[in-house]
């Protein structure tokens, strides 16, 4: 079964050099966190959103709502690294990129 918290999250562009941006949708509302780690598993990162809640239309309950990050990544060290989605601590996506 499909878990309650179906999403998307792209990263591009892929390589990175100075600018990322995350883009990810799922169920309206709710804070989403956000981690970079390093191969070695080291966090680099942290940050969180919020999805907003998706307006009421008939029929429509429980919609799922986007958001685009833009992500800072010029100070990191060249390497891969992945970004992990979080919603109420719990690991729902990951997602790696290059760093040039």
Not at 27 to 45: K, M, N, V, Y
């Amino acid at each position: 079964s499909k878990s309650s918290d179906d999403f998307t999250l792209l990263l591009y562009p892929n390589p990175a050099s100075e600018e990322l941006q995350v883009y990810f949708s799922g169920p309206a509302g709710g804070e989403r966190h956000f981690r970079i780690l390093d191969a070695q598993g080291r966090e680099w990162r942290r940050f969180s959103t919020r999805l907003p809640a998706s307006p009421d239309v008939a029929g429509h309950a429980g919609r799922s709502s986007e958001v685009t990050l833009l992500v800072e990544v010029g100070e990191l060290p060249a390497g891969v690294y992945y970004l992990q989605c979080l919603r109420q601590g719990t690991v729902v996506g990951v997602e790696g990129f290059v760093k040039r």
